[in-house]
Each structure stands twice: as structure tokens, then as C-alpha cells.
């Protein structure tokens, strides 16, 4: 059962109505539950906590016209058939195999080098009004909670990417990790999926000699060398820029 789509679909549901907060309440509680177990394994208390918020779930669901079960199971989609009369997964192959269908974005991905970790937190004051509000899910590796599996968090917070929000500075752009395998990953969404990429220059970099010369940052002047002032409005202008591009794909 796919949980994170379950509260995907019932926050939308929930949202403007006087049943949020509650909503938050359950979502927060299942979130932990899901957390300590992939730490510290299942056990009979924690399947019986889970099934209690999940029962608290689709209460609340139900009051909304939903099935929170339902809105957890991921829909089978329906054969596509080509011109010669194929079906899709027969079109599949033909093509080696690649995938036909993207999977559904619909958050935020913040890339950024543990140097820069400063800006990060500026960022994250201005996100987190929107947070609260339910118009804006974003990720960054500093979610990752002890224990996970870095790796696979990573890719399924790129895979779930609607927009990229990438701090670039020297540090950034030196990084192998980021330039040889998560870049490579949001250019291609980019291309193939209309994945939204906004590079903000926080420092004096080789921006205009990498691969994102292609995108139009945000910012011409480095924050750096920005005032206070300066560096919260690129951030609140940001910000307003995310909530509206994930508003338009829901």
C-alpha cells in the first residue's frame, strides 16, 4: 500500500476545509510511524499503531467522500494501442524497454552543497509558510533521517521532482556527486518530463560554463554580495514562483 500517495491525495482533498489540522494531525502520526519502522524494524505495536492512525484516516476520509485505502492504491492504466494495433507494453519493447509513462511530480527537490547549508535555512523560512498551507511539498536531503537509505530517498525525491530548486556556487558545481548524478537526472526530466529547474547563484561561480547555462537563474547578482534585504526578496520571490508552478500541476 502506497501510503505517501494516500495522504498525497487526501491532503488535496482536505485542503480548505475545516478538516486540515486533523488531517495534519493523522499524516504527521503515519509519517512517524512509517519512519521508526524503516529504522528500527516492524513489530506488532507499530503494525498496531499504523492500522489505528490508518482506521483515523479513513474516518476522516470518509467525511470527505473518500476511501483513504482507495486513494492509496496506485491505478492501473489502461492498455495503449498503437496504430498497428500494439498494445503499449508491446511498444515498450520495441523501444528497448524505456518507459512510456512518467511517474506523477508534484513536489519541490532542493540541490545544494553542505557548504551553502546557511542559504539553505534562508530558503526554508520562506517555504515553510506555504508548507503549513499545504500549496507547497519540498525535499532536501537534510530529511533524510538517520539509518535510511540516502540513495534511495534521493531517487524517489527526483523522481517525484516538479520543479528543482538548485543553490549553485563553486562548491556546488565541484561536487561529483551532484554533477555527475543528480544533475544528469534533473536535465533529463527537464527535457523529457517539463520538470522545472531554477538555479539561484549564491556565490561567484563558473555558472555560464555548466550545465545549466541553458536555464535563466533567478538571480544575476550572487547573493553573496547582496544585502539582507536583497537576498529576502530573491528568496520570497522564489518562493511565490514554486507555490504557483506545483498549484498549476495539481
Not at 499504523?50 to 483515523?56: F, G, H, M, P, S
Not at 483513504?68 to 515498450?92: E, I, K, T, W
Not at 511530480?105 to 546557511?118: E, L, M, T
Amino acid at each position: 500500500m502506497d501510503y505517501e500517495r494516500g495522504l498525497e491525495q487526501l491532503k488535496r482533498l482536505a485542503y480548505n476545509t475545516d478538516r486540515y489540522q486533523e488531517f495534519l494531525i493523522y499524516e504527521n502520526r503515519l509519517q512517524e510511524n512509517l519512519s521508526n519502522e524503516r529504522l528500527y524494524g516492524s513489530t506488532e505495536q507499530s503494525r498496531a499503531s499504523r492500522a489505528q492512525v490508518v482506521a483515523q484516516l479513513n474516518s476522516l476520509a470518509g467525511q470527505l467522500g473518500a476511501n483513504f485505502n482507495d486513494l492509496c492504491q496506485r491505478p492501473q492504466p489502461a492498455p495503449q494501442h498503437n496504430y498497428n494495433g500494439g498494445s503499449a507494453s508491446q511498444v515498450n519493447q520495441q523501444n528497448g524497454g524505456l518507459p512510456l509513462s512518467s511517474s506523477q511530480r508534484s513536489k519541490a527537490y532542493i540541490g545544494f552543497s553542505s557548504q551553502d547549508k546557511r542559504y539553505l535555512d534562508e530558503l526554508h523560512i520562506h517555504l515553510n509558510q506555504y508548507v503549513q498551507k499545504g500549496t507547497i511539498d519540498y525535499w532536501d536531503n537534510t530529511k533524510i533521517l538517520p539509518g535510511a537509505n540516502w540513495r534511495k530517498e534521493t531517487e524517489k525525491a527526483l523522481d517525484s521532482a516538479k520543479v528543482a530548486i538548485l543553490l549553485v556556487s563553486a562548491d556546488f558545481l565541484s561536487s561529483d556527486l551532484i554533477t555527475k548524478v543528480q544533475l544528469p537526472v534533473l536535465l533529463k526530466a527537464a527535457s523529457d518530463e517539463g520538470t522545472v529547474i531554477l538555479c539561484v547563484i549564491l556565490r561567484p561561480c563558473a555558472f555560464q560554463d555548466s550545465d545549466l547555462e541553458q536555464f535563466r537563474p533567478v538571480n544575476t547578482q550572487p547573493l553573496s554580495k547582496m544585502s539582507q534585504d536583497g537576498r529576502e526578496e530573491v528568496w520570497n520571490n522564489l518562493a511565490m514562483q514554486v507555490r504557483h508552478i506545483l498549484r498549476a500541476s495539481s
